[in-house]
């Protein structure tokens, strides 16, 4: 049971993670439907820095240096969002897809380029980062905790602050919900969501690098991040676009994913004899049951997925 509360706490601080990004480009009033890309670019950000640090290179530098750069390029990813959708007003659903597309097609031949320029027998699309990864890690018995766990904490707590307690949030979600009002009284709308973009492609880029590095020491990247972008919008809508609730959300959703990790186990599941591609699917299945039932009473903001035109009232 231990293990299954280690796997669910990590799934579920990447779900968060990823989850409040979209959560602020979305009260800016752009959809992040891009989620799934801009985590395949911060893991690769990450995934590479830890693969080209050199040996010795202390435990701290690796932290900082990995969450750096899987955050950089994660909102350099999302910028192809902003530029597109915010100032060529281009379909936010469309061009969301498109960077899902190219992020992993792009990823796998950088990967396999970096890999045979090392090695020319080398055409793989995998990164191992075995002892980089253990900077991360600490145990306490046979817990094993990571410092990203920390990071999702203390992350949430920033959004709520940020979102509900500054000027900064309450001016982001005006524009998410009447744009023609908040520029009337001196918001620069196109600013605030190039903010929010530029914030979800942070917080995705970080979701990205926690996702790859949850239990595993390699990754092969053209499997892309298995859908946990789509699996974030899902727990974004649950959760009512509200931190505290995104929380709640991410733990329950972490929770099915976690299962399909430990169900052997755990006796009682084991004995079920039941596949282990249905665990898989166990927390899609989930997504798709819940926002059933609970999308009717949904209360996205208003203005999201609607290009802002400065000319229009």
């Not at 706490?9 to 968060?16: G, Q, R, Y």
């Not at 890309?37 to 202390?58: D, N, Q, R, Y």
Request: hydrophobic residues 55%.
């Amino acid at each position: 049971m231990l293990l299954l509360l280690q796997y669910t706490i990590i799934f579920a601080s990447v779900l968060c993670l990823v989850a409040l990004g979209g959560c602020f480009s979305e009260h800016s009033g752009v959809i992040n439907l891009g989620l799934e890309g801009i985590m395949v670019m911060g893991a690769l950000g990450g995934a590479v820095t830890m693969f080209l640090l050199p040996e010795g290179t202390s435990k701290l530098v690796i932290v900082l240096a990995t969450t750096f750069f899987a955050v950089l390029i994660g909102v350099i990813y999302s910028c192809l969002l902003a530029v597109a959708s915010i100032n060529f007003k281009a379909d936010q659903t469309l061009i969301g897809t498109a960077m899902n597309l190219l992020a992993t097609a792009a990823a796998t031949v950088f990967v396999r380029a970096m890999n045979t320029a090392i090695n020319p027998d080398n055409v793989s699309s995998s990164i191992q980062y075995i002892q980089p990864k253990k900077a991360f890690l600490k145990y306490f018995g046979s817990f094993e905790f990571n410092w990203f766990m920390v990071m999702a904490v203390v992350l949430l707590v920033v959004s709520y602050i940020l979102l509900y307690k500054t000027k900064f949030g309450l001016r982001l979600m005006a524009c998410g919900e009447n744009p023609q009002a908040a520029d009337s009284v001196g918001i620069n709308v196109y600013k605030m969501r190039w903010a929010g973009v530029l914030i979800s492609g942070f917080l995705g880029g970080l979701g990205g690098i926690v996702y790859i590095t949850a239990g595993v020491s390699e990754w092969k990247f053209d499997m892309g991040v298995a859908g946990f972008g789509f699996l974030a919008l899902a727990v974004m809508i649950f959760g009512q676009w509200k931190p505290t609730k995104i929380a709640g959300a991410a733990l329950l959703f972490g929770l099915f994913r976690a299962l399909s990790n430990v169900y052997t186990g755990i006796d009682f599941l084991a004995g079920l004899n039941i596949p282990s591609t249905v665990y898989n699917m166990l927390p899609y299945i989930i997504s798709l049951i819940v926002l059933a039932f609970t999308s009717k009473t949904s209360k996205a903001p208003k203005a999201e997925g609607i290009p802002y035109d400065k000319g229009m009232r």
